[in-house]
């Protein structure tokens, strides 16, 4: 392991690919697919908001799932390239703190937002004719501030109390982000109690939410194969694919990650898992959602054309 000197109160992340051309051809994927997260969720944040077809329950719930995985990478990937790029990889107290909360925080208000994106296809879906009454902006906007608060919640707790915690001198964290089992492992202390502690609050955190999902497209499915019109069928099957392909990204890594035990985890296995759904699942969704959605790709149409007659 290489020595590196830091100030008492740093931390050092060892990053995600080692200065070698293998490396470097790793980095620059990563940075592409940074950068196509970043340009996706934004433009689909701004096409929610520039146009008024998409000022519906289902497309605010999106606005913020991209509004989530916009601030995700830009929490993680720019501190971890500039380390890779200026072989600085010290990060000070107070940002790994940031860095920790913010990855807390957002997890956790992401899956209760799949959760309510699931709701929602379930009342269009079964009951079409009460949908305005079940779903309205009242109801989303609960939605989300309830997802958030949980969020909030979960970051302050698990943060709070891991950076309370007496740290080594030792302070190398085998990871590319502040990320808090990482930075378990250079606890002074025993944390066997805080660990089984985690283990259920990220097993309450991932599995009611995806049991809801579960359960709302069981129904869904159940309520499409009743269908007598094919195109209705079609329509009902390619939004609850589309769905569920996000879901699976988003929940898999994370749940292999945080739900097996502590004696089966390896650092490098954790580091390419986390990019699954800390880069890849946030540059994936506004692709599947905008590329297999008319109502997205006509919005984008209308807000193209008015920018260009405000051009000419």
Do not use: W
């Not at 940002?95 to 899956?111: D, K, P």
């Not at 898999?252 to 990650?257: D, E, K």
């Amino acid at each position: 392991m290489e020595n590196y000197t830091q100030p008492s109160t740093d931390f050092i992340l060892l990053g995600l690919f080692s200065p070698s051309r293998t490396g470097l051809v790793l980095f620059t994927l990563t940075i592409a697919l940074f950068l196509m997260a970043l340009a996706g969720n934004l433009c689909m944040v701004l096409l929610i908001l520039l146009d008024a077809h998409l000022h519906t329950p289902m497309y605010l719930l999106l606005s913020q799932l991209s509004l989530m995985d916009l601030i995700y990478v830009c929490t993680t990937v720019p501190k971890m390239a500039s380390g890779f790029l200026s072989g600085n990889k010290s990060i000070s107290f107070i940002g790994c703190y940031i860095q920790s909360f913010f990855f807390s925080n957002l997890a956790s208000a992401e899956a209760l937002i799949l959760m309510s994106m699931a709701y929602d296809r379930y009342v269009a879906i079964c009951f079409p004719l009460h949908y305005s009454i079940r779903m309205n902006n009242r109801t989303c906007l609960l939605m989300i501030v309830g997802s958030l608060t949980v969020g909030v919640v979960n970051g302050c707790a698990h943060t709070s109390y891991v950076f309370h915690l007496p740290f080594c001198e030792h302070r190398v964290i085998n990871h590319f982000f502040c990320n808090v089992p990482a930075m378990l492992t250079l606890t002074c202390i025993d944390t066997r109690i805080y660990e089984y502690i985690l283990t259920l609050s990220a097993s309450l955190i991932l599995l009611i939410p995806f049991l809801g999902i579960l359960l709302s497209y069981g129904l869904v499915l159940l309520a499409v194969y009743r269908m007598r019109s094919r195109e209705g069928r079609k329509k009902a099957y390619s939004t609850c694919s589309t769905h569920l392909t996000v879901v699976t990204f988003y929940y898999a890594p994370f749940a292999y990650t945080y739900l097996r035990p502590k004696s089966l985890r390896s650092p490098a296995e954790d580091k390419v898992l986390a990019v699954f759904y800390s880069i890849l699942t946030p540059m994936l969704n506004p692709l599947i959602y905008s590329l297999r959605n008319k109502e997205v790709t006509g919005a984008l149409g209308r807000v193209s054309q008015r920018i260009c007659a405000v051009k000419m």
